[in-house]
């Protein structure tokens, strides 16, 4: 049971500790949200204040304990009204890419044989398409015809032909613009 006068005390002191907390909080509503807050510690801390001790100077200390870990924290977020930030820190399922490399690889392995090596050489390995031509032993014109070729079929089976390097697309599609961007 709580002693009456603790409860009266903690009535009685509420118009102070409106004062002090406006000293720290410009905002009328925000004073009170720390006198609420006080009050709400204040009472779930009730068996340890000490009777005959100066009861007003440990409500005050409280209030300014609540007002400092309020401000610690305050310092630690960041406005974000547009949710901007936030939006920039997600990260999309990984699945999704798994799932679209594996239609890139499907869509690589229904090229012709001689098309997905030139395509490989070119544009996965990195070779110049006089590099290709000497380890396929035909022609720089061939392999130039067998990537091109290549890279129309990948966009054509992987469903955009409009793709434009850089446009936001899956990985497995994105994967195609790759390999035409190196050739």
Partial sequence: MVAPDFEQSLVGAIPHLRAFARSFANDPAR??????????????????????????????????????????????EVDDPDEQ??????????????????????????????????????????FSYEEAAEICGCA?????????????RLVEVLGDPELKPGAHASPAVRGGQLLKARG
């Fill in 31 to 76: 004073a009170d949200d720390l006198v609420q807050e006080t009050l709400v510690k204040a009472w779930n801390s009730r068996e340890s204040f000490t009777p005959g001790t100066n009861f007003r100077a440990w409500l005050f200390t409280i209030l300014r304990n609540v007002y400092f870990s309020q401000h610690r924290k305050l310092r630690r």
């Fill in 85 to 126: 930030y936030q939006n920039s820190l997600a990260v999309p399922p990984e699945q999704y890419g798994y799932l679209d490399l594996a239609d890139f690889r499907t869509a690589l392995a229904r090229l012709p044989p001689d098309q997905r090596e030139a395509l490989v050489l070119v544009g996965a390995e990195g």
């Fill in 140 to 152: 720089v014109g061939t392999i130039k015809s067998r990537v091109n070729r290549a890279r129309t």
